[in-house]
């Protein structure tokens, strides 16, 4: 599996949009980017995954690389309720999801 | 739909004592999966039943059973529970395995032995 590397930690204010970064310069061709996060303390939510395109949905838009060594999710409107940890991981199947660190966002008012 | 449930929310364990964790999902989904979570680390796989039938170890399977007791239950037992094992134990899952397929995840269950 490829690792993936974040910052440990973020802020954005409130209404403006929210960047994350993730590196995952070893990711092999066959592994896809996920994104999960994790508010508080309840159990991780599914916001986007991709391989190669850009992807878009209600939550986020992930935008990979060319060279896919790296990604960035994006929260267009950033709201107090984004506040959460915001794991990327690099996998080839959906079983062993590598959760890591991640980065904590926080947003502020 | 209740999604992904899990019992008890929180238990507290002596040293050497046994206990099981249930977990079951309504959404008819083939995978399931049990992780654990320590403070300030991400999750950790610890088993997985990719179909009702078969189990396979994560990464940390050391001091755990499992039972995927048909396609909506999965149970994780501790027969000697000890203070290491003190972690939030999250299960979730998933229609497959295959990539793209989401995982789904319950509340967890707040573990500490003593």
């Known amino acids: 599996d490829a690792k993936t590397t974040q910052p440990p930690s973020m802020d954005c204010a409130e209404g403006r949009a929210a960047n994350l970064p993730c590196n995952h310069s070893?990711?092999?061709?066959?592994?896809?980017v996920y994104w999960y996060r994790q508010i508080h303390s309840q159990g991780p939510q599914y916001i986007i995954h991709?391989?190669?395109n850009n992807e878009t949905n209600e939550m986020a838009s992930l935008i990979i690389t060319e060279d896919r060594k790296s990604s960035t999710l994006i929260l267009p409107h950033a709201t107090l309720r984004d506040t959460a940890v915001y794991y990327c991981?690099?996998?080839?199947?959906?079983?062993?999801?590598?959760f890591g660190k991640g980065t904590s966002l926080l947003v502020t008012p | 739909n209740a999604g992904v449930t899990q019992t008890p929310k929180f238990q507290v364990l002596k040293t050497g004592q046994s206990m099981t964790l249930q977990c079951a999902q309504d959404?008819?989904?083939?995978?399931m999966y049990w992780y654990r979570q320590d403070p300030g680390m991400g999750l950790r796989l610890i088993y997985y039943?990719?179909?009702?039938?078969?189990?396979d170890k994560g990464e940390v399977p050391n001091g755990y059973n499992v039972s995927r007791l048909n396609k909506r239950e999965f149970s994780l037992r501790l027969e000697s529970a000890a203070p290491s094992q003190t972690s939030v134990y999250f299960c979730?899952?998933?229609?497959?395995?295959?990539?793209?397929?989401?995982?789904?995840f319950g509340p967890g269950t707040r573990l500490t032995v003593l």
């Open positions: 979730a899952s998933s229609e497959s395995g295959l990539v793209g397929n989401e995982q789904f």
């Open positions: 070893t990711i092999s061709g066959n592994e896809y």
């Open positions: 991709g391989l190669k």
């Open positions: 991981i690099a996998e080839d199947s959906g079983y062993a999801l590598n």
């Open positions: 959404m008819n989904h083939n995978s």
């Open positions: 039943s990719a179909s009702e039938g078969t189990t």
